[in-house]
C-alpha cells in the first residue's frame, strides 16, 4: 500500500513539473518570438549603399547568428548580413540590452563593413555612417593546403584553417586587463561562388562573453599569382584591443579605442530607446 501511495505521489509531481515547465516555456518562447520579429524588422529599416562601385547590398532574410551575453546585460540579440552577388558586404549585430549602469531598455547597433569599398548606412533614427576606409583586407594564410575541389572538403578545410587561429582581447589598458578569446568552432556564414556554385567563403567568430562575436575572421579562396589559395581578414565588432594570431604568429590586431569615440573608419556601435517585450525579465 505504502508503495503504490508513493507511486502515486510520484507521478503527481512530475505531472506538476511537467505543466509547469510548459507554462514557463510558452512565454518565454512568445518574448523570443517578438524581439526576434522586433529585431528583423530594425535590420530591414539599415539602408546600405556602396559609394563608387556598382555593389548593391541585399539584407539576408534570417539572422546568420543568435547569441546571448548576460554580462553586458542583452536580453537577447542577433546578427544580420548584408550580401552582393553572394558575397559579404557587412555585419550588423542587434541586441535587446539594458543599460549597465541605469538598466534602462536599448537597443543596441553595432556594424562593420566586411568589403573593401566604402559604405554608407542609413538608420530609421536618422543616424548615418560612412566608412572612410576599406573594411577588411585579405591576406594569404601562411602554409595553407591548396583549396579543395569539393564544397564539403573546403568546409572541412576552413574549419581546420581557423583552429589555427587564436585572438586575445585587452578589456581595460588602464589596469591590463585582457582576456584570452574562444573560437565559435561553427562558422556564423557561408557563400558559394555565383559561377562555379563552389564554397568560396565562410566567417567565423571569436568571443569573450557569452557567444558575443568581438572579432570576425574570414576565410575565402581568392585567385593570386593565376592559382586559387586561402586568404584571411578579420573585422573588429569591440572597443577592446584585439590581436590575432596564426599558428603561434601575430597576424593581425587592432588597437584599443575609447567607447564614447564613435564612429570610427570602418564600423560603429550605438544605443537607441526600446520598449520592452510583455513580460520581460532582466537577467
Known amino acids: 500500500m505504502k508503495r503504490l501511495v508513493r507511486q502515486l505521489v510520484l507521478a503527481a509531481l512530475s505531472i506538476s513539473l511537467t505543466c509547469s515547465t510548459a507554462f514557463t516555456a510558452e512565454p518565454v518562447k512568445g518574448r523570443r518570438e517578438e524581439l526576434l520579429r522586433q529585431m528583423r524588422s530594425l535590420a530591414e529599416e539599415t539602408k546600405i549603399k556602396c559609394d563608387g562601385s556598382d555593389c548593391q547590398p541585399e539584407l539576408v532574410k534570417s539572422p546568420v547568428f543568435r547569441y546571448d551575453d548576460q554580462p553586458r ?19 550588423q549585430k542587434i541586441e535587446a ?13 553595432c556594424f562593420t563593413s566586411l568589403t573593401e569599398d566604402k559604405l554608407s548606412v542609413e538608420w530609421s533614427s536618422g543616424r548615418t555612417f560612412r566608412s572612410t576606409e576599406p573594411g577588411i583586407s585579405w591576406d594569404l594564410v601562411p602554409a595553407a593546403s591548396a583549396p579543395a575541389s569539393r564544397s564539403a572538403d573546403r568546409r572541412r578545410q576552413a574549419r581546420d584553417i581557423v583552429r589555427g587561429f587564436a585572438g586575445r582581447i585587452v578589456i581595460d589598458p588602464k589596469t591590463n586587463r585582457s582576456a584570452e578569446m574562444r ?23 571569436f568571443v569573450v562573453y557569452g557567444t558575443n562575436p568581438d572579432v ?47 564612429p570610427y573608419p570602418t564600423w560603429t556601435f550605438f544605443p537607441t530607446p526600446r520598449t520592452p517585450v510583455a513580460g520581460e525579465e532582466t537577467p
Open 97 to 109: 540590452k539594458l543599460h549597465q549602469s541605469t538598466g534602462e531598455p536599448q537597443w543596441g547597433y
Open 183 to 205: 573560437l565559435l568552432p561553427t562558422p556564423m556564414f557561408e557563400y558559394d561562388d555565383v559561377e562555379s556554385g563552389l564554397l568560396r567563403g565562410a566567417v567565423f567568430g
Open 73 to 91: 546585460r542583452f536580453i537577447d540579440a542577433t546578427v544580420w548580413a548584408w550580401t552582393s552577388q553572394g558575397y559579404p558586404v557587412a555585419f
Open 216 to 262: 570576425l575572421v574570414l576565410l575565402e579562396v581568392r585567385n593570386q599569382d593565376g592559382k586559387s589559395q586561402w586568404h584571411f581578414a578579420a573585422a573588429r565588432l569591440t572597443t577592446g584591443g584585439i590581436t590575432l594570431n596564426y599558428q603561434e604568429k601575430k597576424v593581425w590586431e587592432a588597437e584599443f579605442v575609447r567607447p564614447g569615440t564613435a
